[in-house]
């Protein structure tokens, strides 16, 4: 017979992400963080690849990477508005987890599932967080999946792209509840 965990399933029943501008300081500390990352790394792992890693900004790296986002904006011919949204969510951050997917070469496991394996650790450190008691919210936008944006303002490597970055702070408004999919029109049932 299976063990309910009453309180966990009311978390995934009720949570909901904070919107990033809602956001203030203080944000999580180092001790903070470390369970919530231990916790995300415990998502599944087809052939134990571990097609992921952390990258931790604070709110140090923050203007940095706000700048960066202006600079490349412009040279790919952005609007104004989406340069400026693209920098904000740097500008107002008070830390953020970039969960960088790192594709690894693999007979057995396709590229395809090393994808969804990061998007589940995206998923696992949101809800970690929140959690946690924490704030957070999954972004990505535009200048995410720019390869000179990736290069320049993380580092990171050909085989490595950002499956999210996870923004975390003070939640300063909790949002009201919106629709949520009917699960009737969303569900098949195979009976034989």
């Not at 956001?23 to 995300?40: E, F, K, Y």
């Not at 969804?116 to 998923?123: D, E, P």
């Not at 999954?138 to 390869?147: F, V």
Request: glycine fraction near 6%; charge should be negative; include cysteine.
């Amino acid at each position: 017979m299976p063990v309910p965990n009453p309180a966990a399933m009311e978390f995934l029943l009720t949570r909901r992400s904070r919107p990033a501008k809602t956001l203030t300081g203080p944000a999580p500390s180092r001790d903070d963080l470390l369970p919530i990352l231990q916790a995300a790394a415990r998502s599944p792992d087809h052939g134990k690849l571990e097609p992921w890693r952390f990258i931790v900004l604070d709110r140090a790296a923050m203007p940095r990477l706000a700048a960066l986002a202006r600079a490349r904006g412009a040279a790919l011919g952005k609007s104004e508005e989406d340069i400026a949204k693209a920098a904000k969510q740097y500008e107002d951050g008070q830390l953020a987890v970039a969960v960088v997917e790192v594709q690894k070469p693999s007979e057995k496991i396709p590229a395809i599932e090393q994808t969804y394996s990061a998007g589940a650790v995206c998923l696992a450190l949101l809800n970690a967080a929140l959690a946690s008691g924490w704030g957070a919210n999954w972004l990505t936008g535009w200048a995410a999946h720019d390869r000179d944006f990736l290069t320049q303002g993380f580092g990171l490597a050909d085989n490595e792209s950002i499956a999210g970055l996870i923004f975390l702070g003070t939640e300063t408004s909790a949002p009201p509840e919106r629709p949520r999919p009917d699960i009737d029109a969303i569900t098949t049932w195979v009976t034989e």
